[in-house]
């Protein structure tokens, strides 16, 4: 599904949008189990090991920010992380075996969906090399109106930038203590059952939803089969470890190794269960002094 050119695009951005990638009806079966979700909700009053709420969410009016570890929770999730066109693509792009990591769906209601500041996926869960990427399944068409995920081309070929705030990791990056110029951030759009993929190192963000429109993003997290993790990411047992492999053949207990910049993400943010509390401690704020996404 992916051509020469876009996987030049890749290696030079660090980011690629592919389009028509899920059907309408893959498409419809997410946004319904997806909607299921959002009505049992009303149920919670606060963050659980399945939601994680925005502020002002309540029974009458549920307003849910990111449900957690979807591949868990639902059968639909699962197969989506599983779609042979995502990892035919994914086999292109990061490494002919791949090794599932983890997932989460990321929820942004119309007219006030929470934004996510910059910051780098590589920075929560360093590896012993960067052949990870994220995959986000568009469930809705993502337009700049209404908080898509922003890249910044090229940064993934950069330093692995502080995500500290006093001294503690809190999962951003202060802007004004960098020149990063992210006004040249490129939105990654497209209509409903596209995907997107980004590369672990790649700095990037998403704003408020200022839309009418929702934009509900299914994110899978992928690795190659021969990247093991360091810190920041719980340690599976030896049997789930090889639960995770799936497409390729499994390199068994030989991690490679490449000179890859790494920050560790501790001593670990004061705020826990999800990247929209531990951001809770930037002390710079982006999005929340930006009216529009680029």
């Known amino acids: ?8 695009s890749y290696a030079d951005n660090g980011f690629l949008v592919v389009q028509n990638v ?3 009806q893959e498409v419809a079966a997410l946004r319904a189990v997806t909607d299921e979700f959002i009505a049992r909700s009303r149920e919670v009053s606060s963050h659980d090991a399945v939601y994680d709420l925005e502020p002002g969410h309540s029974a009458a009016e549920p307003r849910v920010r990111r449900i957690k570890t979807p591949h868990l929770q639902h059968a639909v999730y699962d197969g989506i992380a599983r779609h042979p066109r995502i990892l035919g693509i994914l086999r292109k792009l990061v490494s002919p075996a791949i090794r599932f990591d983890t997932s989460k769906l990321n929820v942004k209601a119309a007219n ?7 910051h780098q996926d590589w920075a929560f869960y ?3 090399n960067d052949d990870l990427a994220a995959v986000g399944v ?7 109106e209404n908080g898509p995920l922003l890249c910044i081309p090229g940064s993934h070929r950069g330093p692995v930038l502080d995500h500290h705030s006093d001294g503690e990791f809190c999962g951003a990056i202060d802007p004004s203590a960098t020149e990063i110029d992210f006004g040249a951030a490129v939105p990654l759009t497209g209509p409903a059952g596209s995907i997107s993929i980004h ?7 998403s704003a408020t939803n200022v839309s009418s429109k929702p934009r509900r993003l299914l994110l899978f997290q992928y690795r190659a089969a021969d990247a093991w993790p360091l810190v920041g990411s719980q340690q ?7 639960a995770l492999m799936l497409c390729g053949d499994d390199p068994l207990l030989t991690p490679r190794s490449t000179a890859v910049p790494v920050r560790l993400p501790l001593p670990p ?3 826990q269960g999800s990247i929209y509390e531990n951001q809770r401690t930037l002390k710079n704020a982006y999005f929340a002094k930006s009216k529009v996404a680029v």
Do not use: K
Not at 138 to 144: F, I, R, S
Not at 199 to 205: K, M, P
């Open 1 to 8: 599904m992916i051509s020469e050119t876009d996987i030049r």
């Open 22 to 24: 899920l059907s309408a």
């Open 112 to 118: 006030y969906g929470a934004a996510v500041e910059w």
């Open 126 to 128: 360093p590896h012993t």
């Open 138 to 144: 568009m469930m809705d068409d993502c337009e700049v």
């Open 199 to 205: 590369h672990v190192r790649t700095i990037h963000g």
């Open 236 to 242: 599976p047992s030896w049997e789930e470890w090889q």
């Open 269 to 271: 943010s004061r705020h």
